[in-house]
């Protein structure tokens, strides 16, 4: 028994970091958040040669057949460098997806483009979290109608749809009667869409298209401990530059990490850092390893690391002065990278609510 | 990663749930903090049973009175998780078990470990920490109080301040200046003073609790032999540092942590008003599911240290953020529970109807003490960020 990473997830993050860091730097993260469709096809290609597109594929389809930890730690990774790459939709929420709900013909046709990285999976999710008036979608004789928000990891080839009864709909983004209309947010590292649906017939209906709610409810778990890694891995890159620059920027004759109120916000990022680090590993082992807590625990994790990771974000820029406030300084792909992790597959006071229905408070 | 429960794991629990149920009579409800003066026998009795059946003490040597098992991370939290569940204390805990054992294990010599750990462990003999003095607090290498040789005695003179349980304590480990000559650091033992030592004056100091938790303690030429130093003369600050390392963990427990937010849970779920029960508040529903993401992160953390612990592995800044981070929970837990129970959370008074609110007060102004005691949280903001984050030291004034 044991509680952390093993030598292999380790290295995976170590390699990935690695290559990302050599390849992928922030330059090349901004010149890639700058085109219309956010995506870099060296990058992806590599992610799928590294096996980490197919983390969660079986190896009859030709992925590494690892456990959610494995994508957890790949997603820590793809955070710490605000990497340009729609990992949540299509390596996880898809994969999950498609394994609790897909039928055997659809899994491995869909599952082993995944792993090669010849496909992109969108998510449009959003409706689940927050209904707002006039959004959704429902399914009539096989067609599927409605309207969703804000798809994540928009600029993909199809967009998982599900209807609030748990019907999950794969629909081409080219579809006829499908209108996608990308939407800016302040997060350019990763692409959203509003799309609108008007009788289209999806290229599949996971599973014949049956109700089922908890295939959908195993996706948003595994998605919410994705999110809460990638902001895991973003926060801790923050706090480290917030160190360096302390250590490094001189002012009334001494580093300023030696005053202590500089000295004193650092120290309160670890505090916080740390603990919630062991949470995202144990609610990653437990959507594998312990079914009873996964739902609980992924609800938590998604909202403790929002929590932190935003009160990371802005302390690490504060620590940095004017020039955190910059374009010109990196830092703000950060500060943003967690923003937007924090709204994601539910608020922090969503998925919180969410963990007390689960514990029959409301 | 791997916590799964093997069949040993299995039978262990059934047997720990056996075992609970057995004893209901005699068992000793969990409180939080060191209250040695209530009925003491009892709690001696509770205790010899604990470490008969490998409940405490479970992983101290067999030759030094423990139960002599291999750390299991597991056979931990099925404890953690059995004795919270049915309310039951661990068991004597506190200064001697917690902090001077594992010192001993660390630094002590064959024989103070054969004079000490078995009867300290069995709570027989108890122990307080004579660290702090008036003018030694956060600048603890700054003590005073002096020990000069003489034969085979040193004779020690000076003041303690803040030590808790001196008052009924067999023993203090205390840090004694021995070396004058020697710079700040290098002139301290780590000292063990039997307390019925003649010249040594104990004075309760009372607390905001209302009760006298700690005392003063005055030296007068208090004769203690010079074999009761733990390691080497002019060692203590090092093994000071140990006592404390042990402290800060002993402090943050998160099965504490645990424990209280059951109380905690139970407390909100029952308390009922006209407008229904405290956890239909949405707003102390938010901070409750707060404070338990931030519990059982403490506790996977605490999985995690452990496990660094059994495999010799440097845990890096993780290592240093325990008690700040726990202790903060552990008043907060509190605090929710008083506005809980809103305007009836400040009754403090005797008998039945102010238990709940008198309970988590005391433990909302113990869990602030706690904040302080063992290196303040600002202390701590210090050490996390100097020896963890690698920022420069404060320039000396
Ligand atoms: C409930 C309780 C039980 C205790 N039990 C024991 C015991 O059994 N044995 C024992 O030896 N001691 C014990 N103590 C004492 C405890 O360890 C000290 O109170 C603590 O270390 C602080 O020292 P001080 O009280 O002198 O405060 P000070 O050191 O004077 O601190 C006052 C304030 O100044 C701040 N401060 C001081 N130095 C710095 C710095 N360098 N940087 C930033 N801030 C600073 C502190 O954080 C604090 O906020 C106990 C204390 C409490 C409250």
């Known amino acids: 028994m044991d509680f952390g990473l093993s030598e292999e997830q380790r290295l995976l993050h170590e390699s990935l970091v690695r290559y990302l860091e050599a390849e992928v730097p922030v330059s090349r993260v901004r010149e890639i958040a700058a085109r219309d469709d956010g995506h870099d096809p060296a990058l992806w290609s ?60 659809q899994r491995s046709e869909w599952m082993s483009r995944i792993a090669a990285g010849e496909v992109r999976i969108a998510v449009a999710a959003t409706e689940l979290f927050a209904r707002r008036a006039g959004t959704g979608f429902h399914a009539e004789s096989g067609k599927l109608s409605g309207r969703s928000i804000l798809v994540l990891d928009a600029c993909a080839d199809a967009i998982l749809c599900p209807t609030p009864d748990g019907r999950i709909a794969l629909v081409a ?77 001189v002012q009334f004759g001494r580093p300023i990490g030696s005053f202590q109120a500089v000295k004193h916000l650092c120290a309160e990022m670890a505090a916080e850092l740390e603990p919630a680090r062991s949470l995202v590993w144990y609610a990653a082992h437990a ?76 | 990663m791997d916590l799964s429960y093997s069949p040993r794991h299995e039978a262990f629990r059934a047997e720990v749930r056996d075992f609970l149920e057995r004893h209901r009579a005699e068992a000793l409800t969990a409180l939080l903090g060191v209250d040695a003066g209530t009925a003491r026998e009892r709690a001696l009795a509770w205790q010899r049973l604990l470490i008969e059946h490998g409940y405490a003490a479970r992983t101290i040597p067999k030759e030094y009175g423990g139960h002599g098992a291999a750390p299991d991370l597991l056979e931990r939290v099925i404890l953690d998780e059995e004795f919270n569940r049915a309310g039951v204390s661990r068991g004597i805990g506190g ?152 402290e800060r963990n002993l402090l943050a427990s998160s099965a504490l942590l645990e424990g209280s937010l059951l109380r905690l849970i139970d407390l909100l779920e029952r308390t009922e008003t006209e407008s229904g029960r405290a ?57 929710l529970a008083i506005d809980a129970l809103a305007e009836t959370g400040i009754l403090y008074g005797e008998g039945a109807k102010a238990q709940a609110a008198r309970t988590w007060q005391a433990h909302y102004m113990f869990s602030l003490g706690l904040i302080i005691g063992g290196g303040t949280a600002q202390i701590q903001k210090n050490i996390i960020a100097e020896r963890g984050l690698g920022l420069p030291r404060e320039p000396r004034a």
Request: aromatic share 6%; charged share 25%.
């Open chain 1, 46 to 105: 590599k992610l799928a040669e590294m096996g980490v597109l197919g983390v969660l594929v079986p190896e009859a389809a030709g992925g590494s057949g690892l456990g959610l930890l494995d994508a957890a730690v790949a997603a820590t990774a793809l955070g710490r460098c605000v990497a340009p790459a729609a990992f949540l939709g299509t390596a996880v929420m898809a994969v999950i997806a498609l394994r609790e709900a897909g039928s055997d013909a």
């Open chain 1, 287 to 362: 959507f594998d390893a312990i079914p009873a807590e996964a739902s609980l625990v992924a609800a938590h994790a998604k909202a403790h690391l929002c929590e932190i990771g935003t009160f990371i974000v802005r302390t690490a820029t504060e620590v940095h002065g004017g020039i955190g406030f910059t374009d010109a300084h990196d830092l703000h792909l950060w500060f943003k990278r967690v923003g937007a992790d924090r709204q994601m597959l539910g608020s922090p006071d969503a998925a919180r609510e969410d963990a007390a229905r689960q514990q029959g408070w409301v």
């Open chain 2, 279 to 335: 956890i239909d508040r949405p707003g102390i529903r938010d901070r409750l599911l707060r404070l338990q993401a931030r519990v059982l992160a403490m506790r996977c953390h605490s999985l995690r240290m452990l496990t660094c612990g059994i495999k010799g592995e440097w845990p890096g800044t993780a290592g240093l953020v325990t008690k700040l981070a726990g202790c903060e929970i552990s008043h907060q837990i509190a605090g």
């Open chain 2, 95 to 246: 200064q001697g078990p917690d902090m001077l054992v594992p010192t001993l294990l660390e630094h002590g010599n064959e024989e103070q470990k054969r004079s000490y750990i078995a009867p300290t462990i069995r709570g027989e003999i108890i122990w307080c920490q004579g660290y702090s003095e008036p003018g030694a607090g956060s600048d603890l290498a700054a003590v005073q109080t002096r020990a000069v040789e003489d034969g085979d005695d040193f004779v020690v003179n000076g003041q303690k301040i803040w030590t808790t349980t001196a008052h009924l304590a067999h023993m203090m480990f205390g840090l004694i200046r021995t070396e004058p000559e020697a710079s700040k650091h290098a002139g301290l033992s780590y000292l063990l003073i039997p307390m019925q030592t003649p010249g040594i004056e104990v004075r309760p100091l009372g607390t905001m609790t209302g009760h006298s938790e700690f005392n003063e303690v005055f030296f007068t030429d208090v004769r203690v032999p010079k074999r009761n130093v733990v390691g080497r003369r002019g060692e203590g600050w090092k093994i000071a540092n140990t006592t404390l390392k042990h």
């Open chain 1, 173 to 249: 983004s080219d579809a006829p009667g499908l209108g996608v209309e990308p939407v800016e947010t302040i997060d350019r590292t990763r692409r959203f869409a509003e799309i609108v649906a008007e009788n289209v017939a999806p290229t599949e209906w996971l599973g014949g298209g049956e109700a089922r709610p908890g295939a959908l409810r195993r996706m948003i778990d595994a998605g919410r401990v994705i999110v809460a890694a990638d902001a895991l891995g973003a926060s801790e890159r923050a706090l480290e530059k917030a160190v360096a620059y302390a250590r490094e920027r």
